[in-house]
């Protein structure tokens, strides 16, 4: 096994970890308190660890070790990012919504497989289960999952708004202005259509990997 193949094995591996115990916490928080309300404080600190360790996404495709463009893989880190730390945890009054609970949800089941996937792919033993459950847990998950980031970026507009939160003001010495609730608005309007372009390009992957000739 090559320094590469046994990196890849080990960071997917890693990630495969950080994502069932932030999924295990959720279903553990979820039934012990049979309410949504707790959910941001018990996961999100282990998805903030899991998003900084997919840094390393963006560091991959710029170095070439996995085929995958980095402006893909930046967009794809910087969307979950934004609505994990930006939103969910710097506005307070979204962290009680049941959208959370969604959100982590769609993200935890989608990535209890992806990363799995990725792992055993490297070293060429994915058994064809997991190919199946890669290409098609997404089907259900991709759209709970973007439903539940326009919400939660949809609440936190007036509160965005109302505190000027992030601004950037002119005139200051670089020139430069920044509002955070117009970003907000302009990435509600673009979410669509970046999730309409991904989705269906999953399922033409869907096609592809689940044909006969490959699942044999």
Not at 46 to 66: K, P
Not at 67 to 87: D, E, K, M, P, Y
């Amino acid at each position: 096994m090559s320094i590469k193949t046994a990196y890849l094995f080990t960071y997917n591996a890693v990630q495969s970890g950080i994502w069932a115990y932030a999924l295990f916490l959720l279903v553990q928080e979820l039934v012990s308190t049979g309410t949504h309300e707790g959910v941001h404080s018990a996961v999100t600190p282990v998805l903030r660890v899991g998003q900084v360790c997919a840094l390393m996404e963006i560091v991959h495709a710029a170095t070439g070790i996995v085929r995958s463009g980095v402006f893909t893989a930046f967009v794809q880190w910087f969307a979950r990012t934004h609505c994990l730390v930006a939103v969910v945890d710097s506005v307070p009054e979204v962290q009680g919504e049941m959208w959370v609970a969604i959100m982590y949800a769609a993200w935890g089941i989608t990535e209890v497989v992806r990363y799995p996937w990725y792992a055993f792919s490297t070293i060429n033993a994915c058994p064809g289960w997991l190919t199946w459950l890669r290409y098609t847990v997404f089907i259900p998950m991709y759209p709970f999952g973007v439903v539940s980031e326009m919400m939660l970026l949809y609440f936190a507009l007036p509160y965005a708004k109302a505190r000027e939160m992030y601004n950037i003001d002119m005139p200051n010495s670089f020139n430069f202005g920044f509002d955070w609730h117009k970003f907000m608005v302009g990435g509600l309007i673009y979410y669509p259509f970046a999730w309409l372009q991904l989705y269906t390009h999953m399922f033409a992957q869907r096609k592809k990997k689940l044909s006969p000739k490959k699942m044999e």
